[in-house]
């Protein structure tokens, strides 16, 4: 062992599936002493060969090393794990998906048991673990200190982006983004499916679709310009009114395609709501509005 690796942060990781696997060969190949543990031993055996150290149980694994990081099934499977466990004194890093409420009280439940704790978010997935230029970072929230403490540990697989002391506020930014890519699905499935009937190469529309997209996707700035000043009317060039009527166009075109078009009636719907509250000159922004309970 060199001086460099003993001089780096050791880890303790408990959950080895496709993400944790990556994590854990990242850990190991920038030279950080490594304690795995897992449910099924089996797949602990070639990080073993690797230079891992294998623990035989849960709790094991978390007495080897101050910094402790969860990546397991959900929320079940860490109380599960943890359950027992003396955390005394562990930094607790949550990389388990989650929700923002479960977040919360699971930083409750780690702090009753001693443990100070940071929650995490993966925006990547296994592939893009250990390779910076593929963009990959996690979202992290809950003890500030947690995670300036080991910001450069945490930052081997993945970029870092702390985003406040809310423990929930890493799940919400994960969920937030995930379900704006699920929407971007939504309408790419449909365009996909309006020329799907037709002599056009689904990958001669792809590139168009793509470059689409991207030109849009600023406007998602002036959508937030607009929550914070509360005007949204402010810069507006299509406005709601000139929008609602043109949806028609596009229930036809997709009647016309023999395409269903129940993945733009929800949002249609939600525009003619907003219209008929008479703001005709906003742009989208007030049908987020309608979407709080």
């Excluded at 250990?130 to 300036?148: C, I, K, Q």
């Amino acid at each position: 062992m060199t001086q460099n690796t003993v001089e780096k942060t050791p880890v303790t990781l408990l959950g080895l599936g496709a993400m944790g696997t990556a994590l854990a060969r990242t850990w190991l190949a920038a030279g950080h002493p490594l304690t795995v543990w897992n449910r099924t031993p089996a797949r602990a055996a070639l990080l073993a060969a690797e230079g891992a150290k294998v623990a035989a149980s849960a709790a094991e694994a978390v007495a080897a090393n101050p910094l402790v990081i969860v990546c397991l099934l959900d929320d079940d499977s860490v109380g599960e794990a943890l359950t027992g466990i003396d955390l005394t004194g562990r930094d607790l890093v949550n990389l388990t998906t989650s929700t923002p409420a479960q977040a919360r009280a699971r930083a409750e439940w780690s702090h009753a048991h001693g443990a100070r704790y940071l929650d995490g978010g993966i925006m990547a997935v296994p592939p893009m673990i250990g390779v910076p230029e593929a963009g990959g970072y996690v979202f992290y929230s809950g003890s500030r200190e947690v995670f300036n403490r080991h910001q450069q540990t945490l930052g081997v697989p993945a970029g870092t982006t702390y985003v406040g002391q809310d423990a929930g506020f890493a799940a919400l930014h994960d969920v937030a983004l995930l379900s704006a890519m699920y929407g971007m699905f939504a309408g790419a499935a449909h365009a996909f499916a309006l020329i799907r009937k037709e002599d056009i190469d689904p990958a001669s529309l792809a590139p168009l679709l793509a470059d689409w997209l991207v030109a849009m996707a600023p406007a998602v700035h002036q959508t937030a310009d607009r929550l914070r000043s509360g005007d949204y009317t402010k810069g507006v060039v299509s406005n709601l009114a000139m929008q609602v009527a043109g949806t028609p166009t596009f229930l036809s075109t997709a009647e016309q395609q023999g395409v269903s078009p129940e993945l733009l009636t929800p949002y249609f719907e939600l525009m003619r709501r907003r219209l008929a509250e008479g703001s005709g000159e906003e742009d989208l922004t007030g049908v987020i509005d309608l979407l709080l309970r």
